[in-house]
Nanobody
């Protein structure tokens, strides 16, 4: 079993900052790609940013230069620093983690898990 717990959402004025966290727990063997997605009301869920085990990052064009994704492998935690927030950043933000979980002695199975989502609201 792999669990993801998110924190850090909230209400902020335009131009403000928030920092989201996503912590992975359970029988983890290896974490590969981690990412943040967001879904605004009436819209599809879109990738915001992702980070690989080698710390290669990828950002949606709309957040480049304003958001920074990072990970602390020792803590199995991923972060999303969001600066200069805009009203259009308002959405439910969810973390996604892919990797391998231990299922027994010398046995692993891959997983693709999602957090519960955290609301980010940016007022104008």
């Amino acid at each position: 079993q792999v669990q993801l717990v998110e924190s850090g959402g909230g209400l902020v004025q335009a131009g403000g900052s928030l920092r989201l966290s996503c912590t992975v727990s359970g029988s983890i063997h290896r974490i590969n790609t981690m990412g943040w997605y967001r879904q605004a009301p009436g819209k599809q869920r879109d990738l915001v940013a992702s980070i690989t085990t080698g710390d290669n990052t990828n950002y949606a064009d709309s957040v480049k230069g304003r958001f920074t994704i990072s990970r602390d492998n020792a803590k199995n935690t991923m972060y999303l620093q969001m600066d200069n927030l805009l009203p259009e950043d308002t959405a439910v933000y969810s973390c996604n983690v892919r990797g391998w979980a231990r299922t027994g002695v010398n046995a692993q199975t891959n997983f693709d898990s999602w957090g519960q989502g955290t609301q980010v609201t940016v007022s104008s």
